[in-house]
């Protein structure tokens, strides 16, 4: 395996953004199942999920995080100190991205951390920031990591999904 593969993960939703701040936000657990699939197809290999109530606001109400789990079925555990990633906030986020990608650690993004494209212009959606790192650590030499292969990476075990699954390009054709 390329041990030069970056592991792209993506904040669907946070805390506290809104859709006020964002129409783009997913909220309700099809959404995020949604922007998460939409964000794999654009090369992300891990999601970190939290999810809502009717209202809206943070819950923490496990049957709701395990629909967006049945929506998605990827695997949320990560063995603890196996790789380095950063995680910014905000306008800090992106070149924060980018030395991780150059220095050889991994980046997550996603509207949970950072609600703008660029200063001024709202991201379409968590797929949009996605395919701009996918795009960066490939101009940098480092293709994005498959789940699979995140999992390999991450020396996390296969539960029994995706095995036949099919490539980005497939995925994206439908």
């Known amino acids: 395996m390329?041990?030069?593969k970056i592991i792209l993960s993506v904040a669907t939703t946070g805390?506290?953004?809104?859709?006020?701040?964002?129409p783009g936000l997913p909220v309700t657990?099809?959404?995020?199942?949604?922007?998460?699939?939409?964000?794999?197809r654009e090369g992300a290999a891990v999601v970190h999920v939290h999810v809502r109530d009717e209202a809206g606001k943070m819950t923490c109400?496990?049957?709701?995080?395990q629909r967006v789990k049945q929506l998605i079925r990827l695997?949320?555990?990560i063995p603890a100190g196996s790789l380095w990633s950063v995680c910014a906030v905000g306008w800090r986020q992106l070149p924060m991205n980018m030395l991780a990608i150059a220095m050889g650690g991994h980046a997550r993004t996603g509207l949970e951390d950072n609600l703008?494209?660029?200063?001024?212009?709202?991201?379409?959606?968590?797929?949009?920031?996605?395919?701009r790192l996918a795009r960066i650590a490939?101009?940098?030499?480092r293709e994005p990591a498959t789940p699979a292969e995140a999992r390999e990476m991450l020396?996390?075990?296969?539960?029994?999904?995706?095995?036949g699954s099919r490539s980005r390009k497939q995925r994206k054709d439908g």
Do not use: H, M, T
């Open 2 to 4: 390329n041990n030069d």
């Open 15 to 22: 805390s506290w953004p809104s859709k006020l701040q964002n």
């Open 29 to 40: 657990p099809e959404e995020i199942a949604q922007a998460a699939v939409e964000s794999w």
């Open 61 to 65: 109400d496990l049957s709701r995080f």
């Open 75 to 77: 695997i949320d555990s």
């Open 116 to 131: 703008y494209y660029k200063r001024g212009e709202l991201a379409k959606s968590n797929a949009q920031l996605v395919a």
């Open 138 to 141: 490939r101009e940098c030499g």
């Open 155 to 163: 020396g996390l075990v296969e539960i029994g999904i995706g095995k």
